[in-house]
Every structure is written in structure tokens, then in C-alpha cells.
């Protein structure tokens, strides 16, 4: 008898019964803002957000007028 196989979620390690669970892992920014020095976009003068690359899962500083503008920064480095 075979059984069904299980495809683990997008960035996790979890099949799906797991998720309806509450067992998926906390992926929050770093940051809940971007660092004060970041707050608005040097190309437009927008707010700026934590975003997360969504093909490699790094998480970057991107302007909230985007497609408008696409500025973007790496997230500080932190001690």
C-alpha cells in the first residue's frame, strides 16, 4: 500500500496538517520598522518598509510607493 505523499509548505519544513495546527515558525522581520536613519525613501521621500525577498527569504528596507519606486537598501547589520 502506498501512501500519500506530503509536500512540506513554501519556506517551511511543515506539511499542511501541521499549519491548520498553529505550528508554523514566526518568520517576523527583524525589524518592525526600518531604523530611524531608513524611515523615508532617498529617491521620493515615501515611507519606507521591511520587506521579504520572496525568492530568497532575506528580508531588505523597500519604499512603500513601489512599483511607483523602486528603491530598495539592505537591512543593517546588528550586533
Not at 5 to 11: E, F, K, T, W
Not at 12 to 33: I, V
Not at 58 to 70: L, N, Q, S, V, W
Not at 71 to 77: F, G, Q, R
Amino acid at each position: 500500500m502506498l501512501l500519500p505523499r506530503i509536500q512540506a509548505l513554501p519556506g517551511t519544513t511543515l506539511c499542511q496538517a501541521c499549519a491548520r495546527e498553529g505550528e508554523l515558525p514566526d518568520k517576523s522581520p527583524p525589524y518592525p520598522t526600518p531604523p530611524p536613519t531608513l524611515s523615508k525613501c532617498p529617491r521620493c521621500g515615501s515611507a519606507t518598509i521591511v520587506r521579504e525577498n520572496s525568492q530568497d527569504g532575506e528580508y531588505f528596507i523597500g519604499c512603500t510607493d513601489f512599483p511607483g519606486c523602486r528603491w530598495t537598501a539592505p537591512l543593517p547589520v546588528t550586533a
